[in-house]
């Protein structure tokens, strides 16, 4: 079965207007609908350096006690937390970093490869 959802915990901790420290969350992988909308969001708004939050935004469905994570609450981060979340969304959703189990077809021997060299990139 395929993981689509992945817990993290931020470096330093998302501060609500509160006080409230959340550093623990979940991020999902990406859709192809979350990339064009957070795309076509940032040129309409003609916010394209906001590309990121928005992105971020759409694919973290909880920090600490937060059910939804606003691109304005994600402005607060700190830039190691905003650095650390970046990273993961690229990791989790880069197929290029991925690998994957295969099997020689004449020895039979099980083997981990990865799809940046299974395309010849």
Do not use: W
């Not at 003609?46 to 006690?65: C, D, H, N, P, W």
């Amino acid at each position: 079965m395929l993981q689509t959802e992945f817990a993290f915990t931020l470096p330093c901790g998302y501060v609500d207007g509160e006080g409230t420290l959340h550093r623990d969350g979940v991020m999902r992988l990406s859709t192809a609908k979350d990339e064009l909308e957070a795309t076509r969001e940032a040129q309409g708004t003609g916010r394209e350096a906001y590309l990121s939050l928005l992105l971020l935004s759409r694919v973290i469905t909880r920090l600490g006690s937060l059910a939804s994570v606003s691109p304005t609450a994600l402005e607060r981060l700190f830039s190691a937390d905003f650095v650390y979340l970046q990273n993961l969304f690229v990791q989790l959703n880069d197929v290029g970093a991925a690998s994957l189990e295969t099997q020689c077809p004449q020895c039979g021997a099980r083997f981990a490869v990865s799809l940046m060299d299974a395309v010849g990139a």
